[in-house]
């Protein structure tokens, strides 16, 4: 029997849908969380299936984690968040700038 590499993932390597619910600014959920890069009060960024978020509001707190599942939720006035996408002609600018336009 041969072993395809490709074919066997183990459960947190799966690659899993990205959903976000925002719920009247004050909460936020999020499925498809691969990691907490950082967070404060002010701002969080995420690594999700689906690329780097930001997530920039006041009073920042997470509720609940679960990396093992991709889940968590984040509480505080949620002001505004975006997608850093590497496919948008950001050639030759690092990750940092990406972050602090």
Not at 40 to 67: A, C, I, P, S, W
Not at 81 to 96: P, W
Request: no cysteine; glycine share 8%; net charge negative.
């Amino acid at each position: 029997m041969q072993f395809d590499a490709n074919g066997y993932k183990n459960e947190r390597d799966r690659e899993r849908d990205h959903e976000l619910k925002l719920v009247n600014r004050r909460r936020m959920e999020l499925t498809g969380v691969k990691d907490v890069d950082s967070f404060d009060t002010e701002e969080f960024l995420l690594q999700t299936t689906l690329g780097y978020l930001v997530v920039r509001g006041e009073n920042l707190h997470m509720k609940n984690l679960n990396v093992e599942e991709g889940l968590l939720t984040i509480q505080g006035k949620i002001e505004a968040f975006s997608y850093i996408d590497d496919h948008q002609g950001n050639k030759g600018k690092g990750f940092l700038s990406k972050i602090f336009k």
